[in-house]
């Protein structure tokens, strides 16, 4: 099983990153797929989740500027993040959820100018 988050980095308040999260090992199609941060001295938070059928759920500080996605055929899971500030900085994880639990590595989102 693998999860590879990709797409982090520095970016000005305001602007805009695309995460992706590219998996493969088990089947995606059935799994419930999200996204977590934790920053600095901070617990790991959920973000946001998308079900099986495409329901998403946001948590509040994030709803209207983030949006989650995923594509069965690419067997991916995105986070399109846009107006991003600098409370947004973390480490950003990828989980596949079923049965079974499976993280990714995680990818840095720095919002500084």
């Known amino acids: 099983v693998q999860l590879v988050e990709s797409g982090g980095g520095l970016v000005q308040p305001g602007g805009s990153l695309r995460l992706s999260c590219a998996t493969s090992?088990?089947?995606?199609?059935?799994?419930?797929m999200s996204w977590y941060r934790q920053a600095p001295a901070k617990e790991r938070a959920l973000v946001a989740s998308?079900?099986?059928?495409?329901?998403?759920n946001y948590v509040d500080s994030v709803k209207g500027r983030f949006t989650i996605s995923r594509d069965n055929v690419k067997n991916t899971v995105y986070l399109q993040m846009n107006s991003l500030r600098p409370e947004d900085t973390a480490v950003y994880y990828c989980?596949?959820?079923?049965?079974?639990?499976?993280w990714g590595q995680g990818t840095q989102v720095t919002v500084s100018s």
């Open positions: 989980e596949g959820r079923n049965t079974w639990s499976y």
């Open positions: 998308i079900s099986t059928g495409g329901s998403t």
């Open positions: 090992g088990f089947t995606f199609r059935n799994y419930v």
